[in-house]
């Protein structure tokens, strides 16, 4: 069964848009409008997601706050986690994470797709 991408940020017509290029590219896609819909997304994943694309700043519970409790669960430690955001001091936010990636808004759609296929976990 292959495993979904998830997509978290605030801004529905970029989620979509993100949504729909990584379709094409050939991934399973999941959407979350927030840290705490994506954590409720991961919850009910079956396969789990290969990946995360996190947006930082966003309402109920942000990128950071996301992380942290995602790491907090031991099933799913191990999905990484690809930082997007429109500040650059983001940057050292994805470091402490443990992101495996961070791409700055705008993104690049070649640049995003290399990326999560560099990065998405099959196994």
Do not use: C
Not at 4 to 16: F, I, K, Y
Not at 24 to 29: I, N
């Amino acid at each position: 069964m292959t495993r979904p991408l998830l997509v978290v940020d605030d801004d529905t017509d970029l989620r979509e848009a993100l949504e729909e290029v990584l379709r094409d590219a050939g991934h399973a896609v999941l959407g979350a409008s927030n840290g705490r819909e994506a954590l409720e997304v991961l919850a009910r994943a079956r396969p789990l997601p290969g990946l995360v694309l996190l947006d930082m700043m966003m309402p109920v519970l942000d990128g950071l706050g996301f992380a942290h409790e995602m790491h907090a669960v031991p099933e799913w430690r191990d999905i990484p986690i690809v930082i997007f955001s429109a500040s650059a001091s983001n940057a050292a936010v994805a470091e402490e994470v443990g992101a495996s990636a961070y791409l700055r808004k705008p993104v690049d759609v070649e640049v995003l797709v290399e990326t999560v296929g560099q990065h998405f976990r099959r196994e």
